[in-house]
C-alpha cells in the first residue's frame, strides 16, 4: 500500500467507490447522501399506559379498555380499569344461556 491510500499499479483514478475526501469536492456521480433526521421514520414504541415503560413483544399486554399496560399494570385492579367486567359476564352468560320455555302440559 502507498503513502496516498492506494495500492500498486491502480492510480487513483481506477477506483470504483469515492472516497471522504472525494465527496467533499462537490461531485456526487452516483453518491448516495444518507437521509436526515427529519427524512427518517422512527417507528414508535408502544408504553405501559400507567408506568410509561417500554414495551417488548415479550411484556406486552392489551386491556378490553383498549390500552396497553407491561407485566406489572396488566391486572384491572393495578391500572383502574375503565371495563365493565361484570356487565359483559351478565351480557356472555345470557347469549349463552337463551331461556327455554317448555310448552304447557295439557291436564288429564
Known amino acids: 500500500m502507498k503513502e496516498d491510500g492506494s495500492y500498486p499499479g491502480k492510480s487513483k483514478s481506477d477506483k470504483k467507490w469515492p472516497d471522504k475526501e472525494d465527496s467533499d469536492t462537490g461531485d456526487s456521480s452516483g453518491a448516495e447522501e444518507e437521509p436526515t433526521s427529519s427524512e427518517t421514520t422512527t417507528e414508535?414504541?408502544?408504553r405501559c399506559a400507567t408506568c410509561r415503560k417500554k414495551l417488548t413483544?415479550?411484556?406486552e399486554?392489551?386491556?378490553r379498555c383498549g390500552k396497553w399496560f407491561c407485566g406489572?399494570?396488566?391486572?384491572?385492579?393495578?391500572h383502574t380499569c375503565t371495563f365493565d367486567y361484570k356487565e359483559e359476564?351478565?351480557?356472555r352468560?345470557?347469549?349463552q344461556n337463551p331461556l327455554i320455555i317448555a310448552p304447557k302440559?295439557?291436564?288429564i
Open 89 to 91: 359476564g351478565k351480557r
Open 105 to 107: 302440559l295439557t291436564k
Open 72 to 78: 406489572t399494570h396488566r391486572n384491572p385492579e393495578a
Open 57 to 59: 413483544v415479550v411484556n
Open 93 to 95: 352468560l345470557t347469549e
Open 44 to 46: 414508535k414504541r408502544k
Open 61 to 63: 399486554y392489551e386491556c
